[in-house]
């Protein structure tokens, strides 16, 4: 069993909404629309409402998980798989939670290349990241959480300069409704939960949480307000764009910021990217926390050690990718293991939870039985 987390370190029940929204709410919501268009056409917003739906029974899963391990994930694969095999799993995790934080910190710094600084080295940005990254995490668990909420709360008036483009929206593109089949409904929303990524982070900062039994409802708050923006914003661009404009547009999220047009200010997209760091900045810490939490409970090493070995890692992934197509391709392989990891092997996990407690149970039953 693993020693409690000290008090001073735990955090209040409620900022789960902000861990579990201000995770999903990154990288992804910038350009979700292309893959899901392809796969949906204007029925892609059916298919974002059902990927949120996923993402609620996950998260069920989640706590099922953590409530019966009464830990993190490192001790749920240990209970389940033993010492040595479940380290190695749980090391496979920490590795994709380093190319999660490398693949957002890489893509937020192709969109500053392309929009606004065409010659910006990647290595400037990746070891001011380095350095800024370093002493958030190294702050503590708490630190980033605070780093999380101001990045869901300041960045609120982003979402409502996205209503402005309505002005030009052709709702009548909408309908009919349910053109495309069911597969290809399902097709689409598997492209869509690649965006939701990020919340299972949930399995490693669950021992954290002040009353961590009853915080569930928080969580599912968290996910419903992420699909509400996905689903909203996927309505303003069906009917903003024509399908075939969402099929070439890489950034369609970001290229609605240049419908917006102020008396002081002609290039709104500017200030949209600039900003945009409020959104991936909790992405990415949480995501290195994760790491580098993961690593200290397999190896029993220092914190601040495993977290400075992360970002040499994500430094040398991001100036690893240099051009568009390697980062698409590292894109899918990152977001095709987080997939599967979360709507595939953690439902397994629970499974075979169930089967070791029902096992173990049965045994314990035949022995009191026996000794009668």
């Known amino acids: 069993m693993d020693k409690p987390i000290k008090e001073q370190y735990l955090v209040s029940g409620f900022l789960v909404f902000f861990l579990i929204h201000g995770m999903q709410i990154g990288i992804g919501i910038l350009g979700f629309q292309r893959g899901v268009v392809k796969e949906a056409g204007y029925d892609a917003w059916i298919s974002v409402i059902g990927a949120g739906i996923f993402v609620h029974l996950i998260i069920f899963c989640i706590y099922l998980l953590a409530k019966r391990s009464k830990g993190d994930l490192i001790l749920i694969h240990q209970q389940l798989f033993g010492k040595w095999i479940g380290n190695i799993l749980s090391f496979f995790v920490c ?117 961590r039994e009853f915080t569930q409802k928080w969580a599912q708050l968290g996910a419903f307000a992420t699909t509400f923006i996905y689903t909203i914003i996927m309505l303003i661009s069906l009917a903003f764009y024509s399908e075939e404009q969402l099929n070439k547009t890489i950034w369609a999220t970001l290229s609605l910021f240049k419908v917006v047009q102020l008396p002081f200010l002609e290039r709104f997209e500017y200030i949209g990217v600039a900003l945009w760091v409020l959104f991936i900045a909790p992405n990415i810490a949480l995501a290195l926390w994760a790491a580098s939490r993961g690593a200290k409970r397999i190896f029993h090493m220092n914190q601040r050690a495993a977290l400075f070995i992360s970002l040499v890692l994500v430094t040398f992934i991001m100036i690893s990718l240099p051009t568009r197509q390697e980062i698409s391709i590292f894109a899918d392989w990152v977001s095709t293991f987080g997939f599967y990891f979360v709507f595939a092997y953690i439902p397994l996990l629970v499974i075979i939870q169930t089967i070791v407690m029902k096992v173990k149970k049965g045994r314990g039953d035949h022995e009191k039985t026996t000794s009668m």
């Open 95 to 211: 590795i994709y939670f380093v190319c999660l934080a490398s693949i957002v910190m890489r893509a937020y710094i192709e969109i500053i290349q392309v929009w606004m600084f065409i010659d910006l080295p990647t290595w400037v940005m990746a070891l001011i990241g380095f350095g800024l990254f370093y002493y958030v995490v190294a702050g503590g668990f708490r630190s980033v959480v605070g780093l999380t909420f101001l990045g869901v709360i300041i960045p609120i008036p982003l979402f409502l300069i996205l209503l402005m483009p309505l002005e030009f929206a052709h709702f009548i593109n909408l309908v009919p409704v349910l053109k495309h089949t069911i597969v290809e409904l399902a097709l689409g929303a598997k492209e869509t939960t690649l965006s939701f990524l990020g919340f299972e982070i949930l399995l490693l900062y669950y021992p954290f949480l002040k009353n």
